[in-house]
């Protein structure tokens, strides 16, 4: 099976950089996702690892390595708009190539505060 | 491009009925994906289908059940509703072919078992 932990709830003021933590046991491992959840909205795709290393798109990063199980999205420049739920979520190898069966961590709930 | 439509919006259902949701993806993609979202347990993978065929599923009863017609159009059928399958269910679409990893969620159904 796959387990999937982050942190519950975090805090931030505007324009600060934030750093959220995803870890993840699996027995096996095919691409690790990050999906952005307004409230009483859908999930909207932010960014996809399957290789170890850094991924920048904008004011948002993700970083991972497959070694630790670990993965961290980067959000700079803070707005208050970014005040969501950020969803980490793996793809196990057995799902098969294109295949989405993911498995979702509980996601951490991001408050940006003025 | 159209986005990913799930109808109805919001459902009100009483225990022991069944209830069918629908999901039509975007132009194009062949694959859906069905997941539960709850407070308590997340986004919970139920089932993919891709070209009519269920490619992978998760861990739900066999009460929950999907279909996807040639047109790529989805839809699921919960049994005998229970009060804990209360719940937004959220459906996602995307290309479904190896190397093809962005994943499009519609709006959700609310689904409340009375």
């Known amino acids: 099976g796959q387990n999937i932990d982050q942190p519950t709830e975090m805090t931030a003021t505007e324009g600060a950089i934030v750093q959220i933590n995803c870890t993840y046991q699996?027995?096996?491992?095919?691409?690790l996702f990050w999906y952005q959840q307004h409230a009483g909205e859908a999930p909207t795709f932010l960014s996809y690892?399957?290789?170890?290393g850094l991924e920048e798109k904008g004011r948002f990063s993700s970083f991972l390595s497959r070694s630790k199980g670990y993965s961290y999205l980067l959000l700079k420049e803070l707005q208050m708009k970014d005040s969501a739920s950020y969803l980490c979520?793996?793809?196990?190898?057995?799902?098969?190539?294109?295949?989405?069966?993911?498995?979702f961590g509980k996601g951490t709930k991001l408050s940006v505060i003025p | 491009k159209a986005g990913v439509t799930q109808t109805p919006r919001y459902l009100i259902k009483t225990r022991g009925q069944q209830v069918t949701l629908s999901c039509s993806p975007i132009?194009?993609?062949?694959?859906v994906s069905w997941y539960q979202q709850t407070p308590g347990q997340g986004l919970q993978f139920l089932f993919e289908?891709?070209?009519?065929?269920?490619?992978n599923k998760g861990n739900f009863p066999g009460r929950f059940s999907g279909r996807q017609f040639s047109n790529s159009r989805s839809e699921m059928n919960v049994s005998t509703l229970e009060l804990g399958d209360s719940a937004l269910y959220l459906c996602?679409?995307?290309?479904?072919?190896?190397?093809?990893?962005?994943?499009?969620f519609g709006p959700g159904t609310r689904l409340t078992v009375t």
């Open positions: 289908y891709f070209s009519e065929t269920q490619r």
């Open positions: 699996t027995s096996g491992f095919n691409g």
């Open positions: 690892n399957v290789l170890d």
């Open positions: 996602a679409s995307s290309r479904g072919e190896p190397g093809s990893y962005e994943q499009y």
């Open positions: 979520a793996v793809r196990p190898p057995y799902s098969g190539a294109g295949s989405y069966q993911l498995t």
């Open positions: 132009s194009g993609h062949r694959s």
